[in-house]
């Protein structure tokens, strides 16, 4: 995404936690091309080397292997930085179903660490990840900032405990904090592969091979899907703002449209039959619904926009037809 237009000051340092990751390295490969110096910070555990391979000969990219648990690694990766995009996390609802210690550990204990070495450092703000599943089982559509319910899973606990912390460090040091609660982010370098991959990815994936993609339950179930460039806009109007009134909080980061997983075949279907036609023909199977999951999402985005002038440009239709012409072009074997 070209974010020059959201004039983020070229000569601020900016630390990318998580920065192989999927959304991380979209995030540096965006702050790069704006002429910011740029420190990631990883341990690839779910980070790619070939999602920043490309970066690394780049002279104001800063590698750092490390883990977000060790707090001397946190206060290594904040010398010298003026902002923070923290991305770092163990994802994935089943994943902390299956292993909450390793969630929790990652998603709470590395927060915290982060935030003390952000403090420490005196960064300008810190803005971090955070996720829809913080509205648990509120069955209000669209989900608003300030109505949540109790969380489902332990990745949602989580992800609410970093809001809680957030706050208290805002309240306590100071220290400036935005909250960005992602609906279903997918795009370019989303990985398709393992247990934990996420749905369209790995739909397109088994759609190129010909394979028959699974849903969890009849279809029915719909999210606020949201493409990468979306993301990378909030994340940096969350660094630029200077409205005091738009810093210490959460947003939720979406575009504001539903679409249920029966759609979003379809929606996949279309896009990858321009490529090849006998992807039409491949059947689709219903499974059991997943433990965890709530049945709808949709974000309301008007805070987002009053606050910080989000303006997000990529509908599920434009921001699909982008990601499967970079899936198919990356992922075909």
């Not at 999927?22 to 990883?42: A, M, P, Q």
């Not at 977000?68 to 163990?90: G, S």
């Not at 279809?219 to 200077?242: A, H």
Request: proline share 4%; glycine share 6%; aromatic share 10%.
């Amino acid at each position: 995404m070209n974010i020059e237009k959201l004039n983020l000051n070229p000569n601020h340092h900016i630390l990318v936690t998580g920065g192989a990751g999927f959304i991380g390295s979209n995030i540096c490969e965006s702050l790069l091309k704006n002429g910011n110096k740029v420190t990631c910070l990883d341990n690839f555990a779910t980070g790619k080397e070939e999602n920043i391979n490309h970066l690394l000969d780049h002279t104001n990219f800063t590698l750092l292997r490390g883990d977000i648990r060790n707090l001397e690694d946190c206060h290594t990766a904040c010398k010298n930085v003026d902002y923070i995009m923290h991305q770092a996390a163990l994802g994935s609802v089943p994943r902390s179903i299956n292993d909450p210690i390793t969630s929790n550990a990652v998603n709470v204990s590395g927060f915290l660490n982060m935030l003390v070495a952000a403090r420490d450092a005196n960064v300008k703000r810190f803005v971090y990840a955070a996720s829809s599943s913080t509205y648990g089982d509120s069955e209000s559509l669209p989900k608003v900032e300030d109505k949540i319910g109790r969380p489902l899973s332990p990745y949602a606990i989580t992800k609410f405990v970093n809001e809680l912390y957030a706050d208290i460090f805002s309240k306590t040091y100071g220290l400036e904090t935005v909250g960005l609660r992602y609906f279903n982010v997918f795009g370019r370098k989303q990985d398709p592969k393992g247990a934990y991959a996420a749905v369209i990815p790995k739909f397109v994936m088994q759609f190129m091979k010909h394979e028959s993609p699974t849903i969890n339950g009849d279809g029915s179930y719909s999210r606020d899907f949201t493409y990468i460039d979306n993301v990378i806009e909030m994340n940096v109007r969350s660094i630029v703002t200077e409205n005091k009134e738009a810093v210490n909080t959460v947003y939720n980061v979406a575009f504001g449209e539903r679409t249920d997983l029966n759609e979003l075949i379809g929606l996949l279907k279309e896009n990858l039959s321009k490529f090849d036609p006998k992807i039409k023909d491949v059947e689709i199977r219903y499974g059991t619904t997943r433990q965890g999951d709530v049945p709808h999402s949709l974000a309301s985005i008007d805070k987002a926009k009053e606050l910080l002038g989000y303006n997000p440009q990529y509908n599920i239709k434009s921001g699909l037809e982008e990601a499967v012409n970079w899936y198919w072009d990356n992922l075909k074997e």
